[in-house]
Structures are given as C-alpha cells and as structure tokens.
C-alpha cells in the first residue's frame, strides 16, 4: 500500500465509496462522476502506479484484473447488450490517480473515438 | 482458429495488415481507420470472441495481453505522454469484430468520456 493513494485507501475502507465487488486481490466500486449509466472502477489492491508499470511478475495480477471486470460486468447485468473497459495511463491517456484502475462504462451506447 | 474470423486470419497472415508487434500468443498492427495519430490493435492470437468471454483459465493469456500491449506502447514511445488501452464488448461498447482486441490509442491528448 502506498500512503498517499487514493485508491489504496478506499481499497483499504479509509476511504468510503460505493463497493460492487470485493476479493482478496481486487476491488470495485462505482466512480462519482459517472460517464455512462454504469460506471464502475476495478483496481487491483497492490499498489502499481500505471498499467505500462506491470511486468512479467504481475501477469497474473493482470490477467486477474480483466476476469474481475467481467465479473463486475456480469453482476451489473451488462454483457448481453455490451461495454467498455478503459485504462489510462499517464497525461495524454487522462490518467488522474496513479494506481492501476480499468473502467466499466456500460448502459448506453458508447460512440467512437473513445474520446 | 475460427474459420470465418477477420482476426484470426491476419492474425495468420492470411490477410495483410501493418505488424507492429508478433510473437507466440500475441500480434500487434495498426487499425486501418485510426482514431488517434497511433492507433494500434493487440489481439491474442488464441480465437476468443469477447473478453467477457475469458475464464479463469485464460488468466495467464490475459494478463499476457495488458503486457504486449505494454511492449508495443514502449516500442512505440507512447509510454510517457501518455496513452488509452480500450476493450469493446457487444454493441453497446462498439465491438464491430468478434475476436478480443486491445486499442492503444495515443499520441494526442485523449478526451473524456471515452465515447
């Protein structure tokens, strides 16, 4: 856990949010400034700052990530008509919080660009 | 490989596409109408037709496609700027090809929301 983050406080419970799903290695919660009716960020509980920052040690950490959000995508009811999973990584990704988060964003259609 | 598939069959080089990337599991090239000025699609070169559809024992396979994508955002220089790693299911998330790619979009700032 890094002391500053945002992300390992609230994984942690030092920080409230609105939890959709919690394990032993992941956790999920839906974000405050919804961009789509469904909005919901999975982030691993180990603190890695960007995605570009895993390595070959944190394969399956990864791998792990993608089968929560499906997870969360299945609970939420999202699959059948579909959704998007974003991850930002650094200033022209739109990064804000430097710890590994994939975004859910489903229950609307969802145009092209992706931004 | 799925007979039919558009991805399985440039993922074999049966259709041509522009490589950016190719090893065992895993190719890389850039998608034919790109979004940003790099625009790049991975796919693993295993034939599943959405994530959503990935299981427990595509955990390794997985994970393994967040770090190709990786390699190729380093090779591409795209890392410190920064960069968007997208995945579109079903309609509403825009998914126009059955078999899991990866968008890396980068070089310019990427908005929000995406899409």
């Not at 960007?50 to 939420?76: H, W």
């Not at 579909?82 to 991850?87: F, W």
Request: aromatic share 6%; with cysteine.
């Amino acid at each position: 856990m890094a002391d500053e983050c945002l992300f390992c406080k609230i994984s942690a419970g030092e920080i409230p949010s609105e939890e959709v799903y919690s394990d032993e290695n992941y956790y999920a919660f839906r974000d405050v400034n919804p961009a789509a009716p469904t909005h919901i960020l999975v982030i691993p509980r180990q603190h890695i700052s960007r995605v570009t920052d895993a390595s070959e040690t944190d394969r399956s950490l990864m791998g792990g990530l993608l089968l929560a959000a499906n997870e969360v995508a299945r609970r939420e009811g999202l699959v059948e008509k579909g959704l998007r999973y974003v991850i930002n990584t650094n200033d022209d990704g739109g990064q804000t919080v430097y710890h590994i988060h994939l975004h859910i964003l489903g229950g609307r259609p969802m145009t092209w660009p992706p931004g």
